[in-house]
């Protein structure tokens, strides 16, 4: 077991510590509570254009000064935003890890936001949002989204619309900044063969905030179950991609381990239950899968795939089958044992890496979650039982918390025999 350690500065940033003896290389990361729930529907976007913003220049650096600080010593950094945080994070060899630190902290503190960088980089945003528009799977995702949190943030684009994004102003950043990137809402993190006291020295010369600003707080989501919950796109390309979405479960709810093991048994790997049915039985699909999306108060479970569009009706039914069955009949114990074995197995070698081990503790430490023990993950997935899955699936999959999406080459007579497809009882 990994013997992380969390202390706090004196100002209230958290510092994070995660030991990896004999590595060669280190991660540094930067978490702010900071993502696109927290935005109003005038900001949409502003989390993840601000993230853009801060590799354009700061008080003593270029941008190209930025990228060479990191890159100039064999490192490699990037960043992202998702819908509760955004992070920047750097990986490069050992010896170099005081570097990171500094260019990250460089960036977080003293980023100027020059106009003409503002206006370069709303022009690559603009393009990044178009860009996902034209990818048929990405927009079925996103409409899966606002289906289920319609008229909430979460329901929104992490990038924003065109609109949203032409709105937004230098100022915009600069408020929003000054609002949420304070002590409060700040993780620093080093992973590899480092010393707590070291990385705590370092954090505390360098990430030093003129002022404090309150945790960020959000507004509970809630299921849209009175509004649209299907919603197909008649769009000529050569395939249909469709989302299947379930009300499932906030990421620290007691079931969480049931429903990871659920997701393994139908659509993780190339032996799960879908793959096997959708696409080696029956040839409906090259791609089919299962995903959790888990969010601090809420979460989904989702079943996406890319079919022949006159193969969606029966690609469908086939699921909603295989769903049927695992809710009434458990999964045999041999089974049971493959996908825990699966599951375990996937952090194990996700830990072995810095940076991935990084970003996953990361997230949990910013997000007022205990740090992960090996022994206690394990100790709960061993604990579930085949019948326990059977109960969580007949709990998830209910035609009531049932939402659909999809995009392709969709007639009116096909988007019938989907929809009646879609009617079948679970």
Same mark, same amino acid.
């Given at each position: 077991m990994t013997d992380y350690q969390v202390s706090k500065l004196k100002n209230g940033v958290q510092v994070l510590t995660v030991p990896m003896q004999g590595r060669q290389s280190c991660a540094v990361g930067v978490w702010i509570r900071a993502g696109a729930r927290y935005e109003s529907l005038r900001e949409a976007g502003i989390s993840h254009f601000l993230e853009h913003m801060l590799f354009k220049g700061t008080v003593t650096r270029s941008a190209q000064q930025i990228k060479q600080a990191v890159e100039g010593v064999g490192g490699v950094m990037n960043a992202f935003t998702s819908e509760e945080m955004t992070c920047y994070f750097a990986k490069l060899l050992r010896p170099h890890m005081p570097v990171a630190m500094e260019v990250l902290a460089d960036m977080v503190l003293h980023s100027t936001f020059p106009n003409e960088e503002v206006e370069k980089e709303r022009s690559v945003i603009l393009e990044e949002i178009k860009m996902y528009k034209d990818l048929p799977s990405h927009e079925a995702h996103e409409k899966m989204s606002e289906l289920l949190w319609k008229n909430h943030s979460l329901g929104r684009p992490i990038a924003g619309t065109v609109k949203s994004v032409m709105?937004?102003?230098?100022?915009?950043? !600069?408020?929003? @900044?000054?609002?949420?990137?304070?002590?409060?809402?700040?993780? =620093?993190?080093? #992973?590899?063969?480092? %010393?707590?006291?070291? !990385?705590?020295? @370092?954090?505390?010369?360098?990430?030093?905030?003129?002022?404090? =600003?309150?945790? #960020?707080?959000?507004? %509970?989501?809630?299921?849209?179950?009175?509004?649209?919950?299907?919603?197909?796109?008649?769009?000529?390309?050569?395939?249909?991609?469709?989302?299947?979405?379930?009300?499932?479960?906030?990421?620290?709810?007691?079931?969480?381990?049931?429903?990871?093991?659920?997701?393994?048994?139908?659509?993780?790997?190339?032996?799960?239950?879908?793959?096997?049915?959708?696409?080696?039985k029956r040839g409906l699909a090259y791609e089919i899968k299962s995903g959790l999306v888990s969010y601090l108060d809420t979460g989904a479970f989702i079943i996406s795939a890319g079919v022949e569009a006159k193969k969606t009706p029966d690609s469908i039914q086939v699921v909603l089958n295989e769903l049927r069955q695992i809710a009434k009949q458990p999964p045999s114990a041999e089974e049971l044992k493959r996908a825990k074995d699966f599951f375990m197995s996937q952090i194990c070698m996700g830990v072995e890496d810095t940076l991935d081990h990084l970003l996953w503790v990361g997230d949990r430490v910013l997000n007022g979650r205990d740090v992960p023990d090996l022994n206690h993950i394990r100790k709960n997935i061993e604990s579930v039982t085949p019948q326990q899955v059977s109960r969580i699936a007949a709990k998830i999959f209910q035609s009531s918390k049932l939402y659909f999406s999809a995009v392709g080459p969709i007639s009116s007579d096909l988007q019938r025999k989907m929809k009646t497809a879609l009617k079948e009882k679970l």
């Amino acid at each position: 077991m990994t013997d992380y350690q969390v202390s706090k500065l004196k100002n209230g940033v958290q510092v994070l510590t995660v030991p990896m003896q004999g590595r060669q290389s280190c991660a540094v990361g930067v978490w702010i509570r900071a993502g696109a729930r927290y935005e109003s529907l005038r900001e949409a976007g502003i989390s993840h254009f601000l993230e853009h913003m801060l590799f354009k220049g700061t008080v003593t650096r270029s941008a190209q000064q930025i990228k060479q600080a990191v890159e100039g010593v064999g490192g490699v950094m990037n960043a992202f935003t998702s819908e509760e945080m955004t992070c920047y994070f750097a990986k490069l060899l050992r010896p170099h890890m005081p570097v990171a630190m500094e260019v990250l902290a460089d960036m977080v503190l003293h980023s100027t936001f020059p106009n003409e960088e503002v206006e370069k980089e709303r022009s690559v945003i603009l393009e990044e949002i178009k860009m996902y528009k034209d990818l048929p799977s990405h927009e079925a995702h996103e409409k899966m989204s606002e289906l289920l949190w319609k008229n909430h943030s979460l329901g929104r684009p992490i990038a924003g619309t065109v609109k949203s994004v032409m709105g937004l102003k230098r100022n915009d950043l !600069v408020n929003y @900044l000054e609002r949420f990137y304070g002590p409060a809402n700040v993780v =620093v993190s080093v #992973s590899g063969d480092v %010393k707590h006291a070291e !990385v705590m020295k @370092l954090a505390q010369k360098w990430f030093v905030f003129k002022s404090q =600003v309150p945790k #960020s707080r959000f507004k %509970k989501a809630g299921f849209s179950r009175g509004g649209e919950k299907v919603w197909i796109k008649n769009k000529k390309i050569e395939q249909t991609h469709w989302v299947m979405a379930f009300e499932g479960f906030a990421r620290t709810h007691p079931d969480r381990y049931k429903v990871s093991l659920l997701h393994v048994l139908l659509g993780a790997n190339m032996s799960s239950r879908l793959f096997e049915e959708v696409r080696e039985k029956r040839g409906l699909a090259y791609e089919i899968k299962s995903g959790l999306v888990s969010y601090l108060d809420t979460g989904a479970f989702i079943i996406s795939a890319g079919v022949e569009a006159k193969k969606t009706p029966d690609s469908i039914q086939v699921v909603l089958n295989e769903l049927r069955q695992i809710a009434k009949q458990p999964p045999s114990a041999e089974e049971l044992k493959r996908a825990k074995d699966f599951f375990m197995s996937q952090i194990c070698m996700g830990v072995e890496d810095t940076l991935d081990h990084l970003l996953w503790v990361g997230d949990r430490v910013l997000n007022g979650r205990d740090v992960p023990d090996l022994n206690h993950i394990r100790k709960n997935i061993e604990s579930v039982t085949p019948q326990q899955v059977s109960r969580i699936a007949a709990k998830i999959f209910q035609s009531s918390k049932l939402y659909f999406s999809a995009v392709g080459p969709i007639s009116s007579d096909l988007q019938r025999k989907m929809k009646t497809a879609l009617k079948e009882k679970l």
